[in-house]
């Protein structure tokens, strides 16, 4: 029987394995839906530091996997990782932690125990910082950070970051240092080749994959967690020529990211109990809160046409260089609560590399939604519903980042010399399918490319009736119910779904673990990943994720270990 089953191998599932397999004693099995990838393995556009190619190859992602963005938007693809390093191996490589009074939330939410005291250290565990020392930083972790050089800044985004300072945003040197408004150079998280490290080579590495005592099994779908009575007892695999497999283990924990862990549960029989039995689900544990508390930051771009002296000379370089971070000041909103990603480039492809952008999220989102199970089926993707903007404050606070990109690029002399080169945009689903491969949308970019080039005083109808569809900014900003539409219609994700099963107090009936992951009214099963988190941070949440998951490996091992002396104690009295 294996000591520790992880069911999901993304940023905390690897985490989990190469720590909790450091114990030679313990036996570690890893199961993952997607293929693996290692530093050997790890194909161009993963290994790539320019990651804007990655999320697109459907075979890094859930392929089916579609989700609702607002109340009034058609359900969308929603690309989440189908692969061994989750979302590690196809994110944009950002390593932020976000605000320490995030932190100090989820303990005030009842996550006893995860207070920004608490979590520092492990997010010094974590990382090794190259350009910042002392007592934020670590310096011997798995995940190596830099930021950056100033040379290879491009010349979009050093314009950028001139025209914020001169609208009163100043220039700051650590986006991990003290929480403040202001302009960074973007942490980034790569070796020292300058690659991406997904956690499926940073933690598993050569020599941790070598331990007698891991397994890894990828490839392999959860259908669901076994239970005898209301302990986990292990979990029933679906193999790749769709036979079923159970593996029996004393503890099982599931680490398959915030859309599909709640779905694992629920098709285990955990949640809430009305709707596992219109399924014809039996019920193993009645909890609320699975699948509820549903979290991103929602999203919307400002973008410009840019002539050839503003695009980048580095078209492998890390896209998202630098990032404002400013603060609504709307009532019942934190510090530095919105965020603006400054791109050189808004895709990998044509078109892409000749518009830059100021992508922004909410940093600090209210609204809350919901993922339920459309069928019994682990081959059927939930139902994801995000309800974005369903608190007014995200609303306002999206448009508000709509004027606030219009005022910097408008600010910025050689990107407004054609009418309507400065244009609203997001990253919809439109944009999203000509971005794929293929040689129709070869042709397509290159002949819009040539166009806008050559467009000349043109440009901006060029724009207006090809890229936008009509939309202006200018009507945008005269207009406030059109920008409300806008911002409805357009609201996109960041990739930062969470806190569908969220750390709470003994007493609150939404939470569905304890301060420790252990999932309420079933013994022997624990959740870990970002679906733990009570509240969404002020961060891209892949960092956050890792931390997390080391430190619920320290209490796991803390655990085993007090268990352990508690049995030698046991045997000691029953001997005397």
């Known amino acids: 029987m294996i000591d520790y089953l ?22 570690v099995c890893l199961v993952e839906a997607g293929r693996d990838i290692s530093r050997a393995t790890m194909p161009d556009a993963i290994r790539s530091r320019y990651p804007g190619r990655a999320y697109l190859d459907t075979n890094n992602i859930w392929k089916r996997l579609a989700a609702r963005m607002s109340a009034i938007a058609p359900p969308r693809r929603y690309e989440q990782a189908r692969i061994l390093g989750g979302g590690s191996a196809i994110n944009a490589l950002m390593a932020n932690r976000g605000a320490p009074a995030d932190y100090d939330e989820w303990e005030a939410l009842g996550a006893r125990g995860w207070s920004w005291a608490a979590c520092l250290p492990y997010f010094r565990k974590l990382e090794s910082d190259c350009d910042f020392d002392g007592e934020l930083h670590g310096q011997a972790g798995p995940v190596r950070i830099r930021r950056t050089e100033r040379p290879r800044i491009s010349p979009f985004v050093r314009s950028v970051l001139d025209a914020l300072e001169r609208l009163g945003h100043p220039h700051r040197a650590d986006q991990n240092g003290p929480w403040e408004d202001g302009t960074f150079i973007g942490a980034i998280a790569v070796s020292e080749a300058g690659e991406r ?47 079923r497999e159970d593996v029996r283990a004393k503890q099982v924990i599931v680490c398959a990211g915030a859309i599909h862990s709640p779905a694992i549960l629920l098709r285990s029989g955990i949640g809430p109990a009305r709707d596992l039995d219109a399924l014809g ?14 979290m991103e930051h929602p999203s919307i771009a400002v973008s410009a046409f840019l002539p050839k002296a503003a695009r980048t000379p580095f078209p492998a370089e890390h896209h998202e260089q630098a990032i404002v971070r400013f603060s609504s000041r709307l009532p019942d909103t934190a510090p530095g609560d919105m965020h603006g990603a400054i791109l050189s480039r808004s895709g990998w492809h044509s078109i892409g590399y000749r518009l830059g952008t100021i992508f922004f999220w909410v940093n600090k989102s209210y609204s809350r939604g919901r993922l339920t199970l459309a069928s019994t089926d682990p081959s059927d993707e939930p139902v994801v519903e995000f309800d974005m903007l369903s608190d007014p404050r995200d609303l306002a606070r999206l448009k508000e980042a709509v004027r606030f990109g219009a005022q910097t690029l408008r600010a910025i002399p050689a990107l407004t010399q054609h009418d309507g080169a400065v244009f609203p945009s997001s990253y919809s689903p439109r944009v999203a399918k000509v971005a794929v491969p293929g040689l129709a949308n070869a042709l397509q970019r290159g002949l819009l490319s040539a166009l806008l080039d050559i467009a000349g005083p043109l440009r901006g109808w060029l724009i207006r009736t090809v890229v936008t569809q009509g939309v202006t900014l200018e009507r945008l900003l005269a207009d406030d119910e059109a920008l409300t539409h806008f911002v409805r219609r357009s609201v996109g994700c960041t ?23 252990a999932v309420r009214g079933v013994t022997g099963l624990r959740v870990c990943d970002a679906s733990l ?11 956050p994720t890792i931390m997390i998951a080391e430190r619920i490996a320290d209490m796991i091992r803390a655990e085993a270990g007090a268990g352990l002396e508690a049995g030698q104690a046991q045997q000691q009295q029953q001997q005397q």
């Open 281 to 294: 689900i039996p019920v193993v544990a009645d909890v609320p809160g699975v699948g509820g508390n549903l």
């Open 6 to 27: 992880i069911l999901g191998g993304g940023s905390a599932g690897c985490v989990l394995a190469a720590r909790l397999s450091e114990e030679a004693g313990k036996t």
């Open 533 to 543: 988190m009570p509240s969404i941070p002020c961060a891209n949440t892949n960092v």
């Open 495 to 517: 990739w930062h779904a969470s806190g569908t099963c969220r750390m709470g107090a003994a007493g609150d009936p939404l939470a569905v673990a304890d301060a420790s992951g």
């Open 197 to 243: 490290i997904p956690t499926s080579v940073a933690y598993l590495t050569g020599a941790v994959r070598q331990r007698a005592n891991l397994s890894l099994r990828t490839g392999v779908l959860v259908e669901r967690v076994l239970c005898d009575g209301a302990r986990a007892a292990g979990a029933r695999l679906v193999l790749p020529d769709g036979r």
